[in-house]
């Protein structure tokens, strides 16, 4: 939703007239008053999270969409996604709707870009209609004017809906696919719920490849293990939905007791990922595998609305295994957020062998602000090697070639945690409480 939002707004700002980037355009009739009015108001400032700087979420994503505010804060600005910035995106960029986040996360087929740009916007509502994409575009190409006017501006009163390209994924020829859902999504509701699935093989396999695809408005998908230590007392029972909330909002606490043995196996933000191994590297499945799988949905409008994630493990020969990825899955416990605090928390975690780390990514709650990791020990000891500030998009960084850990060496988090509310904050699963946790793959030698 803030990209969309930060987009829109940037579209309308390089026109005729060269405005500073502190100097915001009268809403009256000019394409940016129009689109301010009719597409970022009611869509990003009132029902979205871009409305107030004390909103829990504006310490993530900074950008404040409300009328006088939104155009500083998207005219050629750069986005936090690192894979739009990394390709050279802006939030607009005048005169290029191809170059400007804004377009792309306004459409409701992210497939017509190649970038892992995340969930199109605005999540949780419908999305802008054909007529209203087409104006931002043609607007954007025109060269983005503040005040003047570009286009038809009756296309911003269309209705006509963005079709749905969601198509299920193709079966892998070799391999194995999971499908949860679909499901329903109450009115104005947030549902997030696990469902502990067999994958399908009844021998070791290995797999090299995995895809996700999801239905319109997912927060997330996110698949995992249980630890091996897990009481089997607690392994939930096999395709049985545990959902985590009560139509009313509140927790169902007896869903969560295996969050604590859960170990990170791969997980996504985007309606479609499509994640490989390096060359020569496998992720065993032992026979019988299964997962628990964790979907996490936003319905913000008055009906309800279905969801729908599909996986595919893509399997390998083992011949052709030389080396067989591992998990990590290093979690820190000892964090107390005082009220109304900015709080700095860091931990090492040590190696007693010699890995190969290829992939990290990182898992707070909403109060983390920053995620940071750096390399313990070596020559390379201090070094940042991953930084995250979107607690609810994390990135997932790979390396190539691998980061290299000897015995005794590791990794450090430091997470910057930000508690706006009135309570200390401590370690916990719900979402009140807090986690700081990295994950990521790793071989041995």
């Known amino acids: 939703m803030k990209k969309i939002l930060g987009s829109i707004v940037g579209s309308l700002v390089v026109g005729l007239i060269v ?126 004017s503040a005040t003047g006017f570009t286009g038809d501006a009756s296309l911003l009163d269309d209705t006509t809906p963005q079709p749905d390209f969601f198509e299920p994924l193709a079966k892998p ?100 990922q499509d994640f490989r191994f390096p060359p020569g590297i496998g992720f065993r499945l032992p026979a019988g595998m299964k997962f628990d799988f964790n979907p996490h949905y936003v319905n913000k409008t008055k009906e309800i609305i279905y969801g729908e994630a599909q996986v595919n493990f893509h399997t390998i020969d083992a011949s052709a ?35 190969n780390v290829f992939l990290l990514t990182s898992h707070t709650h909403q109060l983390g602000e920053k995620f940071q990791i750096y390399i313990f020990g070596g020559s390379r000891n201090g070094e940042l090697v991953y930084e995250n500030t979107e607690w609810h998009h994390p990135e997932n960084i790979q390396f190539d070639p691998p980061i290299v850990l000897e015995p005794g060496q590791g990794l450090t988090s430091v997470v910057t945690y930000n508690n706006t509310t009135n309570a200390t904050v401590n370690f916990g699963l719900l979402s009140t409480n807090e986690m700081g946790i990295i994950f990521g793959y790793y071989y041995e030698e």
Not at 212 to 221: A, P, W
Not at 222 to 247: G, K
Not at 329 to 352: A, Y
């Open 19 to 144: 405005l500073s980037c502190s100097e915001e355009p009268r809403m009256d009739n000019s394409s940016f008053g129009l689109i301010q009015t009719k597409i970022l108001t009611p869509s990003c400032a009132i029902k979205g999270c871009h409305a107030s700087s004390s909103d829990p979420l504006f310490a993530q994503h900074g950008l404040l969409l409300t009328t006088g505010k939104s155009f500083s804060a998207l005219i050629n600005a750069k986005p936090k996604n690192s894979a739009a910035a990394g390709d050279g995106l802006m939030l607009v960029k005048p005169g290029s709707s191809e170059m400007s986040l804004l377009y792309h996360k306004l459409q409701k087929n992210s497939g017509h870009h190649d970038g892992q740009y995340g969930n199109p916007m605005p999540l949780g509502l419908d999305k802008i209609s054909l007529g209203q994409l087409e104006y931002i575009r043609g607007w954007i190409d025109a060269g983005a």
């Open 173 to 272: 020829e070799n391999g194995f696919q999971v499908t949860v859902g679909p499901f329903k999504v109450s009115p104005e509701f947030e549902r997030e719920f696990y469902t502990y699935k067999p994958v399908g093989n009844v021998t070791d396999v290995f797999i090299n490849r995995i895809e996700i695809k999801m239905r319109d408005n997912s927060h997330h998908l996110v698949v995992y293990d249980l630890r091996e230590n897990t009481p089997a007392s607690i392994v939930p029972p096999v395709n049985e939905v545990r959902d985590i909330r009560r139509d009313d909002g509140s927790m169902i606490i007896e869903n969560l007791g295996i969050l604590g043995y859960h170990t990170f196996v791969t997980g996504a933000q985007t309606p479609y």
């Open 321 to 355: 295994v030389r080396r067989q990825a591992k998990t990590i899955n290093w979690g820190n416990r000892d964090i107390e957020l005082p009220p109304q605090k900015r709080t700095t928390v860091t931990k090492t975690f040590t190696t007693p062998v010699r890995i």
